[in-house]
């Protein structure tokens, strides 16, 4: 029998490769509007549907339940929910809150897609 300790999973480990990071940029702005929303219970849900001008998008909305087939993935005390099937597309992703002189938005950046459309919102694989 084997001791396995963090330091001696590497990163090719399919276990490891099956995260969504968040940025803390996007953590605070999650932050944000939950509180805006009035209820410290809320996650948001990021999930991926067909659609899009590239095949696939992006969605997110807020849940306060979680799904049997479920995984959460938190950041300075917010928690983002993602669906088996979504990430399997989005694996290794991050998510980050992006603010430009013509705008705000969340973005994705994703190791998966092997293109996307100029917004950013829809992808391939």
Not at 11 to 40: F, K, M, N, Y
């Amino acid at each position: 029998m084997t001791d396995t300790t963090a330091n001696d999973i590497k990163p090719t480990d399919p276990a490891q490769e099956r995260v969504v990071s968040v940025s803390h940029s996007a953590a605070a702005r999650i932050a944000e509007l939950i509180a805006e929303e009035g209820q410290a219970d809320l996650m948001l849900r990021v999930f991926v549907s067909g659609g899009g001008c590239s095949g696939f998008q992006y969605g997110f909305s807020f849940d306060d339940a979680l799904n049997d087939d479920d995984h959460t993935f938190a950041r300075d005390g917010i928690k983002v929910v993602v669906d088996d099937t979504s990430l399997d597309l989005l694996a290794g992703s991050e998510i980050d809150w992006v603010e430009t002189l013509g705008a705000a938005s969340f973005q994705i950046r994703n190791p998966n897609a092997a293109s996307s459309c100029g917004c950013g919102s829809s992808f391939s694989v």
